[in-house]
Every structure is written in C-alpha cells, then in structure tokens.
C-alpha cells in the first residue's frame, strides 16, 4: 500500500508552487535539497519582502553549500556576525548593491558588506562564477535577478528570462572568428550581454577582424562620431561606453584589438546583399546584410529588450 503524502501547510503549498514554475520555466535549481530550500526561500522573499511606509525595499542573499563557497569574493569587503539577531531582522541590513545576507547550508548566517556596489549584472555575474554562490537581488524596480554559476534568470513582476552567461556565448561565437583576440572577443560579448542587454540598451558593434574599421567599404560615416579611444580590453571603459551607446543610433566600430573611437555609423548593403530578406527590425537587417558585405566582421546586435544576436558572413549564429 502506498503511503500518503503528509499535508503540507500554507507556506509549503507557496514553496511547492514557486518550485513548480521555475521547473516550468526551464531555470537552473540546485541538485541539493537544503540548497534548493535556501533559494526557494530566498527567491520568495525578494518577490514578497517586508515593505515599510508602502516602500518595498531592495534586498540581496549569497547561496552555497560549503564545498561549492570555493573562495571568498574579491575585493574589499567585512564579514558581519549576525548569529545572534533573527534572519528577519538581519534581511533588512542586505540591500543587494553593497550589503548581503550570506547563507552557507549548515553554517548559518552572516552579513557581507563591499565597499563598492555590485547591483549591476555584470557585477553580480562575476560574483557568481568568482565566489560559487547562488546571487539573488531584488532590484530597485522590484525585479527579482538570479545569478548563477550557469546563467542568469530575472523576474520583472510577470514572468521569467532566462540567459547564458557571455563566457558560455563566447566560446560558441569563437569558432566564426579564427584567428580574433579571444580575451577581446570575451569583453565585446561581456558588454553587449551583461551590460548593454542587461540595460535594455539596443546597440550594434561591428567587429573587424582584419583591420581599421573605418575604411570597410560599406560603412556610412557621414553622420559618425569620433569618441575617444575606448579600449573594451579594459572593463573599466565599459561604463562610458555603455552611456554612449545608451544615446547614439546606428553602429559603434570595433578594431582588431578592440578600441572603440567611432560610433553613429550606418551600415550599408550592396544589391548583392539585399537580396537576403528582412530579419526581425532595421537594425538586425541591416547587421545581416553588412556581413554579407563585409565578410571580415562580427557584428553584434543587442535589442532593446535584452537579448543578443551575432551576425557573420550573411547569418545570424546559433548560440543556443
């Protein structure tokens, strides 16, 4: 005879069906139980945290099993003992840019505190891969972020997204590219992924390979910028780049070793290359039949929604 499930209460029916619609939803869960527990509860927190004063605050926890916490995060940083105060209280000291509730399964609680932010995806993805913890930030809009070792899932209120990490993308990217700066190749990706995507800032980099970008035949610099020199080796220079792109059209160049200097480009097709037909909006067409053009460039197209698209030789690859 078969024994009959024990009941459970209102708070594991809600932990059950958060389970359920992230299986649904295809996103990465950990294999062990008291792990999985942690983040469920977690997760659920973020989406339902304590408001004050009609305020629902932003909110950040670190998830690990000992084995998996393989080193502490880089970076200046202290480690609060919290052991003595409820997890309630102490939720309230984690605001997800620079403080986080960190629980290690069977080791109880702590406070981490950085001395810079890291509510930005990028950030957060390197915190991830860096450290082996499961991240989770409640947003200022109220979007709950799930970085991981294995990918990113955000919550915007509604529904779930889901998005390989760039250095995962970037190894299937590689093989269209022979020959290319893999470590420049890394950050374009990085950029285009975790920033720009992670922004919803639609962009288009084009990528030479075998030289001065500007003197691609079918690049229209009539109504280009010249910025200066951004070297996309450097992260750093991410940011100020980011905010360029946030407010110009058309496309940025990319030299070999990856400096940016020029950005409002059009990109132009020959007759040849208009045959390929229209795909999704002007700005992926566009990229398409350029490379069909231009057969020495990558060209990276971020919509404004998030996700990315690389074009080479007159197609988009498959980066599933």
């Known amino acids: 005879m078969t024994a009959t499930p024990p009941e459970l209460d209102a708070h594991g029916r809600r932990m059950l069906r958060l389970r359920n619609e992230l299986d649904d939803e295809g996103i990465w869960l950990p294999v062990e ?38 080193r502490q995060p880089a970076g200046s940083l202290e480690i609060v003992d919290i052991s003595d105060i409820p997890l309630a209280v102490a939720r309230r000291l984690a ?56 990918g990113v899932a955000t919550w915007d209120g509604i529904q779930w997204s889901t998005k390989r990490l760039s250095i ?9 590219a022979p020959g290319a700066d893999p470590s420049v190749l890394a950050n374009i990706v990085e950029l285009c992924t975790h920033w720009l995507g992670a922004g919803r800032v639609g962009a288009t980099l084009v990528w030479s390979l075998a030289g001065d970008p ?3 035949s079918r690049v ?27 407010q110009y ?12 200097a020029t950005v409002g480009v059009q990109l132009r ?4 290359s208009r045959a390929l037909g229209p795909f999704l909006g002007t700005r992926h067409t566009s990229a398409l039949r350029f490379t069909a053009d231009e057969t020495s460039t990558l060209v990276f197209v971020v919509s404004s929604n998030g996700p990315l698209s690389v074009f080479c030789r007159g197609e988009r690859l498959d980066l599933s």
């Open 33 to 70: 139980d008291d792990l999985l527990a942690l983040l469920l509860a977690e997760l659920d927190y973020a989406r339902h945290p304590h408001a004050h004063e009609g305020v629902a605050p932003r909110y950040g926890a670190l998830l690990a099993t000992p084995d998996a916490m393989r």
């Open 249 to 260: 059209d058309r496309a940025a160049l990319v030299d070999p070793g990856g400096i940016v």
């Open 214 to 216: 500007r003197e691609l």
């Open 95 to 150: 605001d997800g840019r620079s403080s986080f509730v960190v629980r290690v399964v069977g080791n109880g609680e702590r406070l981490i505190c950085f001395d810079r932010t890291r509510e930005y995806e990028s950030s957060a993805v390197h915190l991830a891969v860096d450290t082996g913890a499961l991240v989770v930030q409640r947003l200022g809009r109220g979007w709950v972020r799930l970085s991981t070792p294995q």
């Open 269 to 272: 097709s020959s007759e040849r």
């Open 168 to 176: 995962d993308l970037a190894s299937r990217i590689a093989p269209h």
């Open 220 to 246: 229209g610099m009539g109504a280009a910028v010249e910025i200066p020199r951004l070297d996309l080796s450097h992260r750093a220079h991410f940011a100020a780049l980011l905010n360029a792109l946030s």
